[in-house]
């Protein structure tokens, strides 16, 4: 009787120990195969300081305040070799204005976007692997009814090959609104990791180089830069404006702390530069304006998979 407890409590350890492990390997495998650091569901909040417009009429400053949140639903198919993964985000975007361009009682614009994106994962080999993601998104101040305006479907493609334990590099195309209007970048991806020094670049879009620290690597400490933007459609009162489209490059420092084996926290700050503006109006004619350089500050906790040693 002794006997058959003992081997029963044995099997069930063992079936716990061979689910941990595979979750494990799982979570590296998507880990290795995704183009970037992979992650599993997050929240962020980004502050961009007070930035003077330029133009002749003066004493005109835009800020934002941003918030963003996002879960990645991984599920291994049958092959062994492929991943699908369901995302579901939320963007939240406040931008104020002193002495505003358009509609002067305004000073404030409310924008939202709400995204699902099916990502596939394929393991060609042992060198090559396929991404291919698809994000319909809603981008509006969603104070009119939706239309088709409010809708951008975003999507890319690469495939990225390994040339040794340490470097990998590929190439692919995106269609995406993160330059402002959406438009197709063509991207390469390039990742490099020695002992304590990474690279992950998704050029033109994103370049980050890390350097780790503290025991077990819980601390990264690198230089980031990256280009983000939106594509909104707004309603305004006298029907002047349809759309505001902005983008921006960030250039700082981050920081990202392992706060448990799945846990990160994340920050990033420094200059945002460039930060261009387009108004378009109901005759789809483009009021162009851009901005001084101002400071940024990011912070957000993530999931995600445990680090390889």
Aim: proline share 4%; glycine share 6%.
């Amino acid at each position: 009787m002794e006997k058959k407890i003992i081997m029963r409590y044995f099997n069930i350890n063992t079936s716990k120990q061979k689910a941990s492990v595979g979750l494990f390997f799982f979570f590296i495998f998507l880990k290795v195969s995704y183009a970037q650091d992979f992650k599993l569901a997050g929240i962020k909040y980004v502050n961009y300081q007070k930035s003077e417009i330029k133009n002749d009429l003066g004493n005109q400053e835009i800020s934002f305040q941003e918030f963003g949140t996002f879960v990645n639903f991984p599920k291994k198919l049958k092959n062994d070799k492929t991943v699908l993964v369901n995302g579901f985000g939320y963007g939240f975007v406040e931008a104020s204005f002193d002495n505003p361009l358009f509609q002067p009682s305004q000073n404030e614009e409310k924008l939202q976007t709400f995204f699902y994106q099916l990502t596939l994962l394929h393991q060609w080999n042992e060198k090559w692997n396929l991404l291919v993601n698809l994000k319909p998104t809603l981008a509006s101040d969603f104070e009119a009814k939706l239309s088709s305006d409010d809708f951008i479907f975003q999507g890319a493609v690469t495939a990225t090959r390994k040339f040794s334990s340490s470097f990998k590099l590929g190439g692919g195309l995106a269609y995406s609104a993160r330059l402002g209007s959406p438009r197709l970048i063509p991207l390469i991806n390039l990742q490099y990791k020695n002992n304590k020094h990474e690279i992950n670049a998704f050029l033109p879009i994103s370049a980050k180089y890390s350097y780790s620290l503290l025991p077990n690597n819980k601390l990264d400490l690198g230089v980031k830069y990256n280009l983000n933007g939106g594509n909104f459609n707004v309603h305004s009162d006298d029907n002047s404006i349809d759309k505001i489209n902005y983008s921006r490059a960030n250039f700082g420092v981050t920081a990202d702390y392992q706060l448990t084996k799945l846990l990160r926290l994340e920050a990033f700050g420094g200059v945002s530069a460039g930060r261009k503006y387009s108004l378009i109006d109901a005759d789809d004619i483009t009021y162009d304006f851009d901005s001084e350089s101002a400071p940024f500050f990011s912070v957000g906790i993530v999931l995600v998979p445990p680090k390889r040693k």
